[in-house]
């Protein structure tokens, strides 16, 4: 699996921002700027497994406002 994730806003909401702020606030990932998203490194599966659980839980809505994926 992968060891880190990118996320970014797919559009100018203020909803994008705050999905990406909660995400931050509840994973306690450390956040890097990657080209026009964020960076997130991965600690263990744990972190894995959870972070479409967390996005759901903060907003069903997400993939709406949040784009999600693995570096190559």
Known sequence: MA???ILRALD???DAQRILDEFERRTHLHAEPHGDGVLYEMHGAEHQTHIVQ???EIDAGWTAHVGLRFPE
């Open 3 to 5: 060891d880190h994730v």
């Open 12 to 14: 100018g909401s203020d």
């Open 54 to 56: 967390t996005l759901n």
